[in-house]
């Protein structure tokens, strides 16, 4: 099992592991405590509603956000095995925004309890290699997914994301899935495992370049 899907399911387990009576029935804050629980300073967190404010975002409607992720999603392998009305229900715990060009989503080595799902638009995602040299790892297209892999396991950002022309995201963020956990989480199970499998390949390409590039 690759590591990061080790760490959700061990998130997880660590949840369903506290004694019935410290839980309120119908709560969940799997994802919203992680950070804490790793031991991050509160201080380091920067949550969407401060990069929001930081790059000028701009609320798009959630009616034309869940028309442009089912349009996307169904064109997918994996994510259109969440059919139209899951997607519906997604709808109440994504957040929609238009980001401007040039605007850095999400910044390599901080700590972010969001992810992005790419609407329009295109998105850089680069990586600044420990001797200064900045690699591109690839130009995101409408339809992926960036930021999932330090929501599910509350580490650091891995690259940074840049929006190279405007762009219309949906974002999903640690207190959201965790009221999707409370409010609907057969949704949320099959959410989390999506983004898992889709995660572990990516970082598999991700790794294979990296490892030709030292070559």
């Given amino acids: 099992m690759e590591p990061t899907v080790k760490?959700?399911?061990?998130?997880?387990?660590?949840?369903?592991?506290k004694p019935a009576d410290s839980r309120n029935a119908g709560d969940s804050v799997f994802f919203s405590t992680a950070f804490a629980e790793q031991g991050v300073d509160p201080s380091m967190l920067v949550p969407w509603e401060a990069?929001?404010?930081?790059?000028?975002?701009?609320?798009?409607?959630?009616?034309?956000g869940v028309r442009l992720l089912q349009a996307l999603w169904k064109k997918d392998k994996y994510m259109a095995l969440l059919d139209d009305n899951a997607i519906q229900r997604l709808e109440r715990h994504f957040r929609f925004?238009?980001?401007?060009?040039?605007?850095?989503?999400?910044?390599?080595?901080?700590?972010?309890?969001?992810?992005?799902?790419l609407l329009t638009g295109?998105?850089?995602?680069?990586?600044?290699?420990?001797?200064?040299?900045?690699?591109?790892?690839?130009?995101?297209?409408?339809?992926?997914?960036?930021g999932?892999?330090?929501?599910?396991?509350?580490?650091?950002?891995?690259?940074?994301?840049?929006?190279?022309?405007?762009?219309?995201?949906?974002?999903?963020?640690?207190?959201?899935?965790?009221?999707?956990?409370?409010?609907?989480?057969?949704?949320a199970a099959s959410l989390i495992a999506l983004l898992a499998r889709k995660l572990s390949l990516r970082l598999r390409v991700v790794s294979a370049r990296l490892s030709e590039r030292k070559a």
């Fill in 7 to 17: 760490s959700v399911f061990g998130l997880l387990k660590r949840g369903s592991d």
């Fill in 51 to 64: 990069r929001a404010v930081e790059i000028g975002a701009k609320s798009l409607s959630s009616s034309r």
């Fill in 97 to 117: 925004a238009t980001v401007a060009a040039d605007r850095d989503i999400i910044r390599q080595d901080e700590y972010g309890n969001f992810m992005i799902v």
């Fill in 122 to 146: 295109s998105i850089a995602v680069d990586r600044v290699q420990p001797w200064g040299e900045q690699l591109r790892l690839t130009e995101a297209r409408p339809g992926d997914i960036l």
């Fill in 148 to 187: 999932e892999m330090s929501l599910l396991d509350s580490g650091m950002r891995f690259s940074l994301c840049s929006s190279l022309a405007e762009c219309e995201i949906a974002v999903l963020s640690a207190d959201g899935m965790d009221d999707m956990m409370s409010q609907d989480p057969l949704l």
